[in-house]
DNA sequence: AAGGCCGCCAACCGCCCTGGT
DNA sequence: GACCAGGGCGGTTGGCGGCCT
């Protein structure tokens, strides 16, 4: 049954690269582009499979890979983005400005896995191995923030495969007058111009919530307004009741689509839209800005914080097994809610 | 000094997805 | 719709170097 090899295999080195490679192939796509990996062995006379190509210029010799310890930024990005993404490396490896996912991947299984592991925490699932108790109060709103960051890492996943989708559309208008290479809005880098196609999206990668004070808001920043909501506004029966019904809300999803694609709005307008709109699914996207909120307080409550909101960045990842939990979520709930990342919505959209 | 153990990381493997025909 | 090639992705391996006994 098997595949047939990628390339022919007999003859081929194998092992690690040595400099005179490294050199063959840095010279070949400097000169020529990779093009076809397949080909690439051949022309640039290297006795190499051409996946293996690509790997060594991917992980390795690309330009503009930034090698060499990880800061603490770094580590803590990895984390938060582990929690809600999982295992997808590249997904990740997106939010982190010029690191391979190969090397994030090393990283985490070398470091932080263990790190997480010491700390009194599952670095698979994220939570407590020894820690909660279970069914209380606290245990139920702790299960109810994992939902929801489920949910949002749902949302992150096929938020990033339309950027992907999006970059790939992009280099296909843009042809071959602009380089090909399109960054994933990295962190620290700002977002890129959201196309007409994704116009829905925008509202939630540009909100930010203010837990600062307390009263929470959410803030739509559009092109140069923005639509702030107050937390009293909405509350999170709008969250439930958003979430009890996905198949209305897909349906919603499309035709909201349709209409913005129609009627063109962008930005804050579009945030306009979204909260005055009477469709009880963007009642729920508004109210993913306050059911955030509640998560939020829930989270850092049944950890033992005080919800003031303010996020713990620092200190989750180096802090002893005490006191790790709480500011590990914080950080995780944190840098969801500051920066970075959008929070999504709860369901992941069927139509991207 | 030598052998064993362990951590790290580059590289490989195999599966999956996508686009072209 | 089926098939194929190319490329991407995540899991795993193998080799090297440092530390310990």
Redesign the pocket.
Known sequence: M??????D?VG??????TPEE?EKLLAHIEEHG???????PSKAGLQ?????C???W???LRPDIK?G?FSLQEEQTIIQLHAL??????????HLSRR????I???W???LK?RLAKMGIDPVTHKATNGAPVGTAADVRSAKAAASLNHMAQWESARL?AE??LA?EST?RTAASTPTSIPLHPINLPEPTTPPCLGMLQPWQGAKLDLESPTSTLTFIGNNNSVSLGASESNSAMWKLRSDDPECEENSVRKFLREQQMQGLEGAERGRHIIGCEEPWFQGTVGVGAGFTDMLHDALDCWGESSNGQAELSGQVSGDGESGSSSYWSGILGMVVTSELPPPHPHPPAFL
């Open positions: 098997g595949r047939s090899p990628c390339c295999k081929l080195k194998k092992g690690p690269w490294d990779h093009g076809s990996w397949r080909a690439l190499r499979c051409g996946k293996s690509r790997l060594r991917t992980n390795y090698r310890k993404l999982g295992n997808r490396w590249s997904a990740i490896a997106t391979t996912d190969n090397e991947k090393n990283y299984n070398t470091h263990k495969e992907g989708r790939r296909m």
